[in-house]
């Protein structure tokens, strides 16, 4: 995934909130997202998917990175960039299918009432 592709989704989701973020290391979360005060409000886990919002279901995310975002047990998000917007949740209030497919568990999110939308314009 390119860098720029998750910059632009991020700065796009803490806009909303005149928040911040910081990026973490390749082995955490993605981000850590702060308030428009500077406090720590969420981290951020960030996949690109090269399809408008449309036709981004079923939604594929990690397990491996789920359990990551997860485990800061403070505010998770997990985000999807798409060609037209962003889908973002929290990882623990939505429902996913799991599969196996190249030595890893994908989750897999369907539409549900609790994904909520921002759209590029």
Request: proline letters at 5%; charged letters at 30%; aromatic letters at 12%.
């Amino acid at each position: 995934m390119k860098k720029s592709n998750k910059k632009k989704v991020i700065d796009m989701f803490v806009s909303k909130f005149n928040g911040t973020y910081k990026r973490l290391s390749p082995k955490d979360a993605d981000y850590r997202i702060y308030d428009k005060d500077g406090e720590i409000i969420a981290y951020a886990e960030i996949r690109i998917i090269d399809k408008p919002i449309s036709k981004a279901y079923p939604l594929p995310m990690s397990a491996r990175k789920i359990v990551k975002v997860c485990d800061k047990m403070l505010n998770p998000v997990v985000i999807w960039g798409c060609l037209d917007g962003i889908i973002y949740g929290n990882p623990t209030k939505i429902s996913g299918v799991s599969s196996y497919i190249d030595n890893e568990i994908m989750l897999h999110y369907m539409k549900q009432k609790e994904l909520k939308y921002y759209r590029y314009y």
